[in-house]
C-alpha cells in the first residue's frame, strides 16, 4: 500500500510548473475544432507569437504529423520566427513508443483519430479509457505533457442548436473528462476565430480571438485576458 501522510503534504515554494496554460507534465489535453478551421495555424502563431495566450516559455517540442508528410510540413512550417527553437517533426505514430524520457516538454499528435486508427473504438467510453490510460502511463514514463489536436462531433458544428463546449469532442465523453485542459477554436464570424480554454483543471479560463490572413495564416486582434466563469 502506497499513499502519503497530510501531515507530510507541502506546497512548492515556486508553484505548479505548467508546460503550457493549465497543462502541466505528465498530463493529457486536447485541442479542438471543425476539420478545416485552422488548428494547424493556430499552432503556428503559437510556436511564432511571444504574445499567444498558451505557450509562455520556450519549449523542447516532438510535433507528431500524422496526417500531413513532410511536403505539407515544410509549407506550413518553415521560414518560421520560431520561439521554440527545439521542435521535431515525427511522421510515424510507433516512434511515439520509441521516445527517451526528459527529451521533450511537450508531445503534439496531430491528429488524435489517425494516432488511435485500428486500436480501439472511438465511441466506447471503456475502450478509449482503456486507451487513456495507457497513452498517460507512457507520457509519465517520458516525463512530458501531450497535447492532442482532434475534431469535435456534428453537434457541436450545429450553429443553430449546437453548442462549443468541452462536450464538443468527436466520440466518447471520456476523453474530455480524462483530459486536464481542452482548448476549443471556433470560426465567430467571417475570417474571425476565436481559441479558448473550454475545460481547465489548474489555472483560469483564458481566450484569445485571430484574424485569418491572406495566406490563411492567423494574427491576434486582442488579448482577451480572463474570461468569466
Not at 82 to 94: A, E, G
Request: glycine share 6%.
Amino acid at each position: 500500500m502506497s499513499y502519503i501522510d497530510s501531515t507530510k503534504l507541502k506546497k512548492s515554494k515556486t508553484g505548479i510548473k505548467f508546460e503550457i496554460l493549465g497543462l502541466k507534465k505528465k498530463t493529457i489535453g486536447v485541442l479542438t475544432s471543425a476539420g478545416g478551421v485552422g488548428k494547424g495555424y493556430l499552432l503556428k502563431s503559437f510556436f511564432t507569437d511571444t504574445k499567444n495566450f498558451l505557450f509562455k516559455r520556450p519549449l523542447k517540442i516532438a510535433y507528431f504529423s500524422l496526417e500531413d508528410d513532410i511536403d505539407i510540413v515544410n509549407d506550413k512550417f518553415s521560414e518560421m520566427d520560431i520561439v521554440h527553437k527545439n521542435i521535431h517533426f515525427y511522421f510515424n505514430k510507433t516512434e511515439f513508443f520509441n521516445l527517451v524520457p526528459n527529451k521533450y516538454d511537450l508531445i503534439i499528435v496531430d491528429t488524435f483519430s489517425r494516432f488511435n486508427k485500428g486500436q480501439v473504438d472511438e465511441n466506447s467510453n471503456s475502450e478509449m479509457s482503456y486507451l487513456y490510460d495507457t497513452i498517460l502511463e507512457r507520457v509519465r514514463e517520458l516525463n512530458c505533457a501531450l497535447l492532442f489536436i482532434h475534431h469535435t462531433n456534428k453537434t457541436s458544428r450545429d450553429k443553430k442548436n449546437g453548442s462549443f463546449d468541452a462536450n464538443s469532442l468527436r466520440g466518447a465523453g471520456s476523453l474530455s473528462d480524462d483530459a486536464r485542459l481542452v482548448i476549443g477554436l471556433e470560426e465567430v464570424k467571417k475570417g474571425v476565430l476565436k481559441a479558448s480554454t473550454l475545460k481547465i483543471n489548474f489555472e483560469s479560463p483564458n481566450s484569445q480571438v485571430y484574424n485569418r490572413n491572406a495566406s490563411g495564416g492567423l494574427e491576434i486582434v486582442k488579448e482577451q485576458g480572463r474570461n468569466k466563469c
